[in-house]
């Protein structure tokens, strides 16, 4: 079993930043690999970015490419999303998911492991 804490939400500015956090615990993380996944009000959970277990690969929804980045600190056992110019649509509650898939799974059904969520609002 793989615990996902999340932090980082918060309120922000259209055009401004925030850095979300997910640190594991339980198992040894760094074998897994890393996903983000949003969910706005009314409207289904959509992926959003992931990271293979290497750290490597990366792999954004076509949304946020250019604007958000994924990345792992395996010695703290931890993965962020670093958030930049963001826009009102960005809104939503936002989740951490670890997979024990190959590669750089995109399905919620292919994750195996999921954080609380932490909500993010964008104002205009």
């Known amino acids: 079993q793989v615990q996902l804490l999340e932090s980082g939400g918060g309120l922000v500015q259209a055009g401004g930043s925030l850095r979300l956090s997910c640190a594991a615990s339980g198992r040894p993380f760094s074998s897994y690999a890393k996903g983000w996944f949003r969910q706005a009000p009314g409207k289904e959970r959509e992926f959003v970015a992931a990271?293979?277990?290497?750290?490597?690969?990366?792999y954004y929804a076509d949304s946020v490419k250019g604007r958000f980045t994924i990345s792992t600190d395996n010695a703290k056992n931890a993965v962020y999303l670093q958030m930049n110019s963001l826009k009102p649509e960005d809104t939503a509650v936002y989740y951490c998911a670890a997979s024990t898939n190959y590669g750089l799974p995109k399905r919620i059904s292919e994750y195996d492991y999921w954080g609380q969520g932490t909500q993010v609002t964008v104002s205009s």
């Open positions: 990271v293979n277990w290497s750290g490597g690969g990366t």
